[in-house]
């Protein structure tokens, strides 16, 4: 009996999510998409603390599976897959109440490239490469990768990467602010649980409310956002776990947050 197309690792309070399709680059097919998606909603139990998104060693994710592409992605239409298989697990990622990290080896390619942009955090190997590559095949970045690599590199840098299929080295990502760490090839997931296990220590309310606040300030003014900026701190002030952080530092300790 064959292995699923995608795995789910319980590191106690961080969820590992890995496709498993290393005979085609951990390339996406229906059944893979629609396997991602129910894991990325099973790594919302509040018990996880943070969320690790991998490939293997042959590459993070090569983009859609071309051969169930011209079969029609096994829905009815390509914009249904988009919306109804796609975009629910990138926006389960875009929307986690805590970090998702990405650790990438070899090749993120095509489609691959929105889960990794999806991601708050990316980690790369220094032989892996970021390549939004639908040009080549005549079709357009999809995915939300649009929206969200002009907002990370602006749009000249963007779009000269898509409409040029670019392929951009770890360091080139690194210099340009799209991965935080590049590490030693092998050492990428690694590296990302190391990551993973600093966050798991860290306040799960405020980790979440930042990672909201600067999500949503793609969509929101600058005055928009301030005032929510105080809402939400007023919120925040006064919690058990705001009490325990002011307690922890006056004391010259280390703090214990449950996210209460």
């Given at each position: 009996?064959?292995?699923?197309?995608?795995?789910?690792?319980?590191?106690?309070?961080?969820?590992?999510?890995?496709?498993?399709?290393?005979?085609?680059?951990?390339?996406?097919?229906?059944?893979?998409?629609?396997?991602?998606?129910?894991?990325?909603?099973?790594?919302?139990?509040?018990?996880?603390?943070?969320?690790?998104v991998t490939g293997d060693e042959s590459a993070f994710c090569g983009g859609a599976d071309l051969t169930a592409a011209v079969e029609g992605m096994g829905w009815e239409s390509v914009?249904?897959?988009?919306?109804?298989?796609?975009?629910?697990?990138?926006?389960?990622?875009?929307?986690?109440?805590?970090?998702?990290?990405?650790?990438?080896?070899?090749?993120?390619?095509?489609?691959?490239?929105?889960?990794?942009?999806?991601?708050?955090?990316?980690?790369?190997?220094?032989?892996?490469?970021?390549?939004?590559?639908?040009?080549?095949?005549?079709?357009?970045?999809?995915?939300?990768?649009?929206?969200?690599?002009?907002?990370?590199?602006?749009?000249?840098?963007?779009?000269?990467?898509?409409a040029e299929a670019k392929r951009v080295s770890a360091e080139e990502c690194m210099n340009l602010g799209m991965c935080s760490e590049v590490c030693e090839d092998g050492q990428a997931?690694?590296?990302?649980?190391?990551?993973?296990?600093?966050?798991?220590?860290?306040?799960?309310?405020?980790?979440?409310?930042?990672?909201?606040?600067?999500?949503?300030?793609?969509?929101?003014?600058?005055?928009?956002?301030?005032?929510?900026?105080?809402?939400?701190?007023?919120?925040?002030?006064?919690?058990?776990?705001?009490?325990?952080?002011?307690?922890?530092?006056?004391?010259?300790?280390?703090?214990?947050?449950?996210?209460?």
């Amino acid at each position: 009996m064959s292995e699923p197309k995608v795995l789910f690792e319980d590191h106690g309070n961080i969820a590992v999510i890995k496709l498993n399709r290393p005979e085609k680059r951990n390339a996406l097919d229906p059944e893979t998409v629609l396997l991602f998606n129910d894991y990325s909603e099973k790594a919302k139990d509040p018990k996880y603390r943070a969320v690790v998104v991998t490939g293997d060693e042959s590459a993070f994710c090569g983009g859609a599976d071309l051969t169930a592409a011209v079969e029609g992605m096994g829905w009815e239409s390509v914009e249904q897959g988009l919306n109804e298989g796609y975009h629910v697990g990138l926006n389960n990622l875009v929307y986690m109440d805590k970090v998702v990290i990405a650790a990438v080896e070899g090749a993120c390619a095509g489609i691959g490239c929105a889960y990794y942009l999806s991601s708050d955090i990316s980690v790369m190997a220094k032989s892996s490469f970021f390549q939004i590559g639908f040009s080549k095949i005549a079709l357009i970045p999809d995915g939300g990768s649009n929206w969200l690599l002009t907002k990370v590199v602006g749009y000249q840098q963007a779009f000269r990467m898509a409409a040029e299929a670019k392929r951009v080295s770890a360091e080139e990502c690194m210099n340009l602010g799209m991965c935080s760490e590049v590490c030693e090839d092998g050492q990428a997931f690694d590296t990302a649980m190391e990551l993973a296990k600093h966050y798991a220590t860290l306040a799960p309310r405020a980790i979440f409310k930042t990672k909201h606040l600067m999500r949503d300030s793609f969509n929101k003014s600058y005055e928009d956002n301030l005032k929510a900026e105080a809402k939400m701190q007023e919120e925040m002030v006064g919690r058990k776990d705001n009490i325990e952080g002011v307690t922890a530092f006056i004391e010259k300790r280390k703090p214990n947050f449950t996210g209460e």
